[in-house]
């Protein structure tokens, strides 16, 4: 069903359409026109039609869409049908943000294990996982399923740790670390650069001249 | 200097200039060739040139960047030439890790105080900011300047707290809770919504069939 022509833009939207449907569930709302979608989510109707018509579109001409079957098809889109093994590398503030946070888990995002170098959090519990010696790192990815790691480390040690885990079979990173990391190229990388996110928004209070 | 007509991408990209350049000048790098830069970074020479040009360009035929000079440019046009106070709104683990980053206040964002709705958080520290009650809000806002307001609470009680702040003055939101704001449109929004970001990453890992 997916197909490799998918732009960056669609993907992108793709979650927050996900989102708002399972606001609208939440909600109690059973349908919607492609026009409420549209001024609900501030995209053009005829972008939402455009976006579902990459996936064969969902719409049906004078019924809108259903909420449940839209929301469900998109979550296969995203692949949200399986659950997700996560491991966590460094359990300071991001890690354990991430590791308490029940609406990943919602989604089939689970997170198995958490590593970090500090002994004095060694055997600590977060959310589900107990904090582990990030030496034990090889010995656990090479016993278990581990499908994402999520890098929440500091920059310095962020490309080692990502350079082993590829090694060791893994194929995708959520990188919080400040830095871009180089990797083979079918390894999915996936950037959280909060510093830059910042920077956007300071840009723009330039330019606005606020 | 800055125009309205400079793209999203363009933004987008400014940010991981000024960190390349930040790392280059870390290694002791005096100047790059736009060839250099553009395999460090991976994005094509005459992007950048490209990218360059909408700032009047700062290149020089033959010698390349001085990487010192285009690293203050750069953060000129981001505005980090003058300090933006940040207030965190949810002293959850999310607004801790914003408090306690150290390299946000080498960019000269000062985060000044942070509020939480929990008694048992009030008057710890964190980073260099007492957690206040959400009550105080206001007052703060009042008598102190703020400049962006990081939104670190949960997606309930998000849009109130954003309508309050933007009542107060505050202009420019750093929102962290999973849910899009409806503000005024001369209310900048910088949203990170970290569980779009792994749902992309999801995406990606079954469009590529690992």
Redesign the interface.
């Known amino acids: 069903m997916?197909e490799?022509s998918?732009s960056r833009a669609v993907?992108?939207r793709?979650?927050?359409y996900?989102?708002y449907l399972g606001?609208l569930m939440e909600n109690g709302i059973v349908r919607i026109s492609s026009m409420e979608l549209s001024e609900r989510?501030?995209v053009t109707a005829s972008q939402i039609r455009q976006d579902f018509n990459n996936f064969g579109g969902f719409g049906q001409q004078g019924y809108g869409y259903n909420v449940e079957y839209l929301y469900k098809e998109i979550g296969m889109?995203?692949?949200?049908e399986s659950t997700?093994n996560v491991i966590i590398i460094g359990a300071?503030?991001?890690g354990?943000?991430?590791a308490?946070?029940s609406?990943?888990n919602k989604?089939g995002?689970v997170f198995t294990a958490i590593f970090d170098n500090n002994p004095k959090l060694w055997e600590e519990n977060i959310g589900s996982c107990k904090v582990q010696p990030v030496d034990m790192l090889e010995e656990y990815v090479r016993e278990h399923k581990v499908?994402?790691a999520a890098l929440t480390l500091p920059k310095e040690s962020a490309p080692q740790v990502a350079a082993k885990l590829v090694n060791l079979g893994v194929?995708?990173i959520?990188n919080f670390a400040?830095?871009?990391l180089n990797l083979p190229e079918?390894v999915?990388v996936?950037n959280?650069?909060?510093?830059?996110?910042?920077?956007?928004?300071?840009?723009?209070?330039?330019?606005?001249g606020?």
Chains 1, 2 share one sequence.
């Open positions: 997916t490799k998918i993907i992108k793709l979650p927050r996900y989102r606001e989510m501030k889109i995203l692949g949200l997700h300071g503030n991001v354990r943000a991430l308490n946070y609406d990943f989604r995002f499908e994402i194929k995708a959520w400040p830095t871009d079918d999915l996936e959280v650069h909060l510093a830059e996110s910042l920077m956007r928004l300071s840009f723009r209070i330039k330019e606005s606020i």
